[in-house]
């Protein structure tokens, strides 16, 4: 898969793509890009920004410089020239991300991540621009590239061979194999730390009781549904 970041700090995305999973993935031959929403401003002195209409404080991300970046990325227009791709708008009041869209998105060919600054984007990037309008959570960033990275990490360690060990990515929190629930817990040598062992069942090399046992926790951590 490919994914484009337009951010106004693509330099942010440099350390990013010096991570272990992201070269991985790099290496498999997907792509990671960040393209500076700047560069293809149609205005002035490389302004991206105005005042809102109605007044108020902060500045917005015009409409016209989002579609210029997609136009000159795409070489297409970017309403009716779109095609099958996701384009992710980060925006503290979008829909939460969670595993099931990191999977889903996952499975995308191209995906386009648009990274507000300021007040964030004029409202058309979200309706007649984006496909998705996703949160990271409830609070507000200084701006989108956090928040694309963490998408980022989240959907390129799911690709197969970015992880280096494949069943990491099959059995973990929320999947699928653990019925949506969190992680059972993990632990590892010294058997004894502080006097707190190991629960006996990890070491009985029974496979059958220690999935068993796996399975009850991670329901455990779910909580009553
Ligand atoms: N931009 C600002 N806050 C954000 C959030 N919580 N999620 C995604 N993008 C954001």
Known sequence: MKIDVFTLFPGWFEWFAEQRHVRNAVALGH?????????????????????????????????????????????ADPVEGRGPRRVVALAASGRLFDDALASELAAEDE??????????????????????????????????ELAAMVVCDAVL????????????????????????????????????????????????????RVRAWRLERSRERAGPR
């Open 31 to 75: 792509g990671l890009a960040a393209v500076d929403l700047r560069s293809t401003t149609p205005l002035r002195a490389g302004q991206v920004d105005d005042t809102p209409y109605g007044g108020g404080a902060g500045m917005v991300i015009r409409v016209d410089v989002v579609e210029a970046a997609l136009r000159a990325r795409w070489d």
């Open 111 to 144: 995906v386009a991540l648009l990274c507000g600054r300021y007040e964030g984007f004029d409202e058309r990037v979200h309706e007649h621009l984006a496909t998705d309008v996703v949160s990271i959570g409830p609070y507000v960033l200084a701006g989108g």
């Open 157 to 208: 360690r799911k690709l197969p061979g970015a992880l280096g060990h494949e069943s990491s990515a099959v059995e973990e929190s929320f999947s699928p194999a653990l019925e949506g629930a969190p992680e059972y817990p993990h632990y590892t040598r010294p058997a004894q730390w502080r006097g707190h062992g190991v629960p006996a069942v990890l070491s009985s090399g029974d496979h059958a």
